[in-house]
């Protein structure tokens, strides 16, 4: 029995942004962001994380066939989920009606939804679960400074999902690899809710110097102060570029596979410059390195199922096609896998 991808959906929000109007917002041009990214305009969410993944999830299991009541699991990849709890996938089974679905969310930024593809499969191939739906979708644009002009030019809202399911078929998802490197955290960093609690010093003198004499707290107190994305544009770069050339040819290794047998590499939209590389790297033909960041910008753990659906939607995707998937993101991680379409 193999694990096999048997429906993909996606959903980017109507409301477009494009480098024009960022030319009024910061201090750059739609010829720098295009020269230095590839990216013409991108996607921002007025309605959020999950609203986006119940879209795209619906649209995946239409193509699945499947009734909600038959999902097993839900692994939802973001970073930017609405709420702290209950998770996102909890939300995504209360709406689909997936009751009988186990459900959790996985958080590794942009390579959100390979992990979360990943791991679904092992629950598959372990033979815990025969069917799960799996989901990319994030919200770039609330941890985005947007006076930040080194960042807010990148990123796009979205979502997109994939249903597994464990059957006899010549299609297939695996090998796959995982990889992290903690240590270069700070490269690329969005701060969460802030430790408040009565117990910290600091804090216990700040709430003390805005206490009225009734003891009543004043308004101050309820600021909140997240944090903003920040990242080392450079660095994540320079890690890109080397990481993902060395985490595919690992993969086409342990596949069995040349890199002359992948039909399509299924990257990671962050930067048309860094695809461009890798391809270069891999000495395959850029056309084999499909590319919709010009349009979305970088929707983070997104991206990859979004392109995905996009190619299997357009009917470029042929039965027996080997497919390599890659991504990278803030942790630092990084990530691959193989399919047999
Ligand atoms: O999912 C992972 C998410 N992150 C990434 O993928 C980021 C990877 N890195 C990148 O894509 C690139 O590093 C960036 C697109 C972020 C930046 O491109 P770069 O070629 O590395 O530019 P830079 O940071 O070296 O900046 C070059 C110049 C600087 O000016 P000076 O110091 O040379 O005068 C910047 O201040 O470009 C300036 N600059 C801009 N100019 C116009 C930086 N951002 C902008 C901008 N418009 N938006």
Known sequence: MQIRIIGTGSYVPEKALDNQALERMVDTSDAWIRERTGIGSRR??????????????RRAMEMAGLSPEELDLIVVGTSTGDCLFPNTACEVQAALGAKEAACFD????????????????????????????VIGTDSLSKTVDWSDRGTCILFGDGAG???LKKEESVSRVGPFLMKADGNRGEVLRCMGTPLRNPFIKEETDAKESVMGETGEQKSEENETDFGYLSMNGQEVFRFAVKTVPEVLEELLWRAGVSAEEIQYFVLHQANERIIGSVAKRMKQPLSKFPMNLEHYG?????????LLDELNREGRLRKGDKLALAGFGAGLTWGATFLVW
């Open 298 to 306: 970088n929707t983070s753990g997104a991206s990859i199922p979004i």
């Open 44 to 57: 921002i969410t007025q309605t959020g994380t999950t609203d986006m993944a119940i879209r795209a999830a």
């Open 106 to 133: 996985l958080s590794a930024a942009c390579s959100g939804f390979l992990f979360s593809l990943n791991t679904a499969c092992v629950y598959l191939e372990s033979g815990v679960y025969r069917t799960a739906l």
């Open 161 to 163: 999902a994939a249903v």
